[in-house]
């Protein structure tokens, strides 16, 4: 503190002095940066609540064989143009080889919040006159349950499945006119079966509960002639952000095709994408008109402090000196202003939260002022502050004390 | 202690120019030359008045002297110090260690009080006032008859009071040499006498060796030695008529 002890010492001073201009800085910093911490905890709340919506019924990472490819007998290269063309084969359901050992490796890679190996394949629901195409899955319900976080969306019922059990979605069940303990059958080709329904649950997107139907794995390995079999591998992770970058190094180890949710919901990472462009436009736009602001109201005290810096000069004070003197102003108008901003912000996310609500009532969503992110604003913007002080400060300090004194 | 004694004295005088030039927009059409080759020495513990009509080139010169302009030639040694040779912080810590000021619009920091004026140098120079140098600048500011304004923002003071201010702030670090650029020019002659009256005490008190810009012929009268400057030459240098 001593080495700045005249700078300090001169800048509060400075400051203290001009104190409607200091004033006037001090709040435009704090709306820059409360406008920038506040439009950063709606978008980060915003994509966290779309990718919550998207990803609640799905899988981060999903595995299944490869598809099945008829080999050509002779190697075509590129500019060869075909004699004949291949048919491309159907794709049957297929086991995953070795899927036991697949999953209890996958277990234990961390990073990894659940893995289940599922069966899964369509099939047709019928009650009575009522038909429904559906989407079977073959589960073990506890790890399919940590995979989709099902216990938060059971609507009815149980989320227990004993052979002969199903679960539905709950747009399917209104369709076939059932509720829980009554009976439908599903058919998959050859194969039916009579199943009870022991649950509903709503997946939050309406074509998923319009068509799902869990059953118990070994139900599906005998629907789908499958025994002892599994067609796919659910994984959810930790870090959402984490699959694409899993499901590379997976497909590069194991003999299957992954994919990421990433792979499977590009409009929705490029619509994230494009907010987070828009995001960070924003924040540099109202940081560049923070600086701006700093820095005119500098430039301007700077003139009209010619006669003092030529005082202070004339009493021994450094070029440096008058130049940190400066520095350290627009500092502190970034410091205190983005300290003020963030107080600011974190009253604009209570309002939002308050006042903002669904026709239940409830909030829309969630948005926090995460405070990683409001002490990165703030920084940010004192870091501004002194940028901004540069040009102002070093033109005080070069200026001649004898011509500032004149003047 | 006597200053025609000390400036006849022998030692390295405390000041001394030589063929000094000063040439204001150079390589300009408006080029224009306002010290046409000062040569001139100062003792230690002289007491000097520098007169000469206005435009004559004075407070260029006190500018030069107090190293807030640099000549365009000529050499000048401060102190011992051969000032050309200096880069700007240089002069900064040559200016701080051997000079005082005393302007004529005293040129206090309104944002601070009387005694954080007076003690502005010293915080400048350390970082920080110490116990010794906020004692001292109390007792300049008591020696200044000012022991009950001490906490007083400059606005609050007349203009002999702030005058008096900025003599107790050119002291605090006791420099080798004041300089004062027409301390009492923006005074009515009472407030001017008790100005004038202050710094020769000051100077006997002290030690310290005064330039003092006047172009008040009485005032310069009363001083020890009287320089004149007349076109930016040095026209008449000798011991004041009223000495005895």
């Known amino acids: 503190m001593r080495r700045i002890g005249f700078e300090l010492t001169v800048a509060v001073r400075f400051l203290r002095e001009g104190r409607f201009q200091s004033l006037l800085i001090i709040f435009g910093v704090a709306a820059g940066v409360a406008v920038v911490a506040y439009i950063s905890a709606l978008v980060t709340g915003l994509q966290q609540n779309t990718l919550n919506k998207t990803l609640g019924a799905q899988a981060h990472v999903v595995i299944t064989p490869l598809d099945e490819r008829v080999t050509p007998v002779l190697p075509r290269a590129a500019d060869e143009r075909p004699f004949s063309d291949l048919q491309p084969r159907a794709q049957r359901l297929r086991n995953l080889s070795n899927w036991p050992l697949v999953v209890a490796r996958l277990e234990r890679q961390p990073g990894v919040a659940a893995v289940s190996p599922l069966v899964a394949g369509s099939g047709l629901a019928q009650r009575g006159e009522a038909t429904r195409a559906v989407t079977v899955a073959g589960v073990e319900i506890e790890r399919y349950a940590r995979v989709v976080g099902l216990a938060s969306k059971r609507v009815a019922g149980s989320l227990q499945l004993a052979p002969g059990d199903t679960i539905a979605g709950i747009t399917l069940a209104s369709d076939l006119g059932v509720r829980v303990g009554d009976r439908i059958t599903l058919s998959t080709g050859p194969r039916s079966e009579v199943l009870r329904i022991t649950g509903l649950v709503d997946l939050g997107v309406r074509e998923l509960n319009r068509r799902t139907l869990l059953v118990p794995l070994r139900t599906g390995q005998t629907l789908f002639d499958l025994p002892g079999g599994a067609t796919q591998i659910d994984i959810t992770l930790d870090d959402v952000w984490a699959a694409q970058d899993l499901a590379r190094s997976l497909a590069q180890q194991l003999p299957y095709k992954v994919e990421s949710w990433q792979d499977t919901n590009s409009q929705l990472v490029s619509a994230l994408n494009a907010q987070s462009v828009s995001t960070t436009i924003i924040r540099g736009v109202v940081m560049m008109v923070v600086v701006l602001g700093i820095a005119s109201v500098l430039v301007v005290s700077v003139v009209q402090k010619q006669r003092e810096i030529g005082i202070l000069r004339a009493m021994g004070a450094t070029r440096g000196q008058v130049l940190r003197v400066f520095l350290l102003q627009g500092a502190l108008v970034g410091a205190i202003g983005s300290a003020l901003g963030v107080v600011l912000a974190m009253a604009l996310v209570f309002l939002f939260t308050r006042v903002v609500r669904g026709p239940d009532g409830a909030p829309l969503f969630d948005i926090t002022l995460p405070p990683a992110l409001a002490a990165q604003v703030a920084l940010v913007a004192a870091v501004a502050g002194v940028l901004a002080a540069v040009a102002p400060a070093r033109r005080a300090s070069r200026m001649d004390p004898a011509q500032a004194m004149r003047s | ?244």
């Open chain 2, 1 to 244: 202690m006597s200053a025609a004694g000390a400036a006849s004295g022998a030692g390295a005088p405390l000041v001394a120019l030589h063929d000094i030039h000063k040439r204001y927009n150079v390589g300009l059409p408006t080029e224009t030359e306002v010290l046409h080759g000062i040569s001139l020495s100062l003792a230690h513990g002289e007491f000097v008045a520098l007169i000469g009509p206005s435009g004559s080139g004075k407070s260029t010169l006190l500018n030069v002297l107090g190293l807030l302009e640099r000549p365009s030639s000529g050499t000048y040694t401060l102190a011992g110090t051969p000032v050309q040779g200096l880069d700007d912080d240089g002069l900064t810590r040559l200016r701080r260690e051997t000079l005082g000021f005393v302007f004529q619009f005293h040129h206090l920091l309104p944002a601070f009080t009387a005694l954080e004026n007076v003690t502005l140098p010293a915080l400048a120079r350390d970082g920080q006032v110490s116990a010794a140098l906020r004692e001292r600048g109390r007792a300049l500011l008591a020696g200044v008859g000012l022991a009950a304004a001490m906490d007083r923002k400059p606005q609050a003071l007349s203009g002999g009071m702030q005058q008096r201010v900025a003599i107790a702030r050119a002291l605090v670090l006791q420099p080798a040499l004041v300089l004062a650029d027409e301390p009492t020019g923006n005074l009515d002659t009472a407030s001017a006498d008790e100005v004038f009256v202050m710094l020769r005490r000051m100077h006997a008190e002290v030690g310290t060796s005064f330039l003092i810009v006047t172009h008040d012929p009485r005032l310069a009268a009363r001083c020890d030695r009287v320089i004149e400057i007349v076109d930016g030459r040095v026209a008449r240098d000798a011991p004041s008529a009223l000495q005895p």
